[in-house]
């Protein structure tokens, strides 16, 4: 038997709980809403993001991997340390957590589980055309934003779409660097020079400069905080696949996202108390640590919500728990809410897409896919 929300809450002492229904006042959505998803691709740890810290088998499964540190939320979960700001939106309230969710693909093929997420059905190559886009037609005339080198599949389709993309870097990838660090380590020869070389990579991510995703989440924030900005919006980031050395390599890519929130966060102004920010990966991670120092691809994951419109400072999503007969395969943390469902409420309830045009033109095939009530703030 999985372990229930109810046994989880009242082992772990926590009081408040997992929401899954509908907040009172929610008000019609307007003209003015807005909504930018980013796709974090190579499948984000979710367990290493969101500690479930009320979970006896965490502990077991994660041994050493697990942040020595967190930023507490509910006595039941708490975040990762890297994600500073987040944290100060979790305590405003405007910030969602969504555990244990995953798109309707259950396998672990990055390429796969990305195109399903982005098609919008319930099988990877579903659909030619993404979700994202088909949305943007059934609003008739919005405009959508896709900031990317190129337009992706979520944001192809019938709907225009305007596109900026990011200069590319003059920096190398950090991610690379810190993989080849310990080779070089090891050269006594090489190890003083690659060091140097480091030091003149490393760009404080706390600044807000550092990385293409805080740079992409500006960018996207300047066009939508227009009064006839873009109503919807796409940012994508790579390099999430933590196979080895994860806690190093995630304490950079969280920094980036926090920064990356920042940073949209700022430039939104006045847009942001109009503003959803959803923040999705393919995949979760399996539940124990493998032998490099890092995770392999799993099944439930994590979303992330942010911004003046969510109604956030709690938990949402249905927590299966991580003891062994509750594990997918024995493997993963198992994923109790199909993705679709978070974002048919935010397209439906935020922009205002029909519910008739959700469940046959953006999500076709979804009729059995029940809505996530409750994510949103009443205005």
Not at 40 to 62: F, T
Not at 139 to 152: I, K, M, N, W
Not at 194 to 221: H, Y
Request: charged fraction near 15%; aromatic fraction near 6%.
């Amino acid at each position: 038997m999985h372990l229930t929300r109810r046994r989880f809450l009242a082992a772990s002492g926590a009081a408040t709980l997992l929401s899954l229904w509908s907040g009172p006042g929610l008000a019609a959505p307007s003209a003015h809403t807005r909504l930018l998803v980013v796709l974090l691709r190579g499948a984000l740890d979710g367990l290493h993001a969101l500690v479930p810290q009320g979970d006896a088998d965490y502990a077991r499964l994660r041994g050493a991997l697990a942040p020595q540190q967190t930023l507490a939320l509910d006595g039941s979960f708490a975040l990762h340390p890297a994600l500073g700001f987040a944290h100060e939106l979790y305590a405003r309230q405007q910030w969602l957590p969504v555990v244990a969710v995953a798109p309707p693909y259950r396998q672990r093929s990055h390429f796969e589980a990305q195109d399903c997420l982005e098609n919008g059905t319930a099988r990877p190559s579903g659909a030619s055309s993404g979700w994202l886009n088909r949305c943007a037609a059934a609003l008739h005339g919005v405009e959508a934003l896709s900031v990317s080198a190129v337009t992706p599949l979520i944001m192809r389709g019938p709907a225009a779409v305007a596109g900026w993309s990011p200069p590319l870097p003059s920096a190398v990838n950090p991610i690379l660097l810190q993989r080849l660090q310990p080779l070089y380590a090891a050269d006594a020869q090489l190890a003083a020079g690659f060091a140097r070389a480091l030091r003149s990579q490393d760009v404080p991510v706390e600044s807000g400069k550092g990385g293409q995703l805080p740079q992409a989440m500006r960018a996207a924030a300047s066009f939508m905080a227009k009064d006839d900005g873009p109503r919807i919006g796409f940012v994508e980031d790579s390099g999430w696949d933590t196979h080895g050395n994860q806690a190093a390599v995630l304490q950079r890519k969280l920094a980036e996202l926090d920064a990356g929130l920042r940073a949209f966060h700022d430039g939104a102004g006045a847009s942001w108390e109009r503003s959803v920010v959803a923040v999705v990966t393919e995949f979760g991670r399996t539940a124990a640590v493998n032998g490099t120092g890092g995770t392999d691809h799993g099944t439930g994951g994590v979303a992330f919500l942010a911004g003046g419109a969510v109604r956030g400072g709690r938990i949402a999503g249905d927590w299966p728990g991580l003891a062994p007969r509750a594990l997918n395969e024995g493997r993963d943390l198992r994923a109790t809410t199909d993705l679709r469902s978070v974002f048919k409420h935010l397209l439906g309830a935020h922009l205002g897409v029909p519910e008739a045009a959700l469940e046959t033109q953006v999500f076709p095939g979804s009729a059995g896919v029940r809505a996530m009530e409750g994510l949103l703030a009443s205005r």
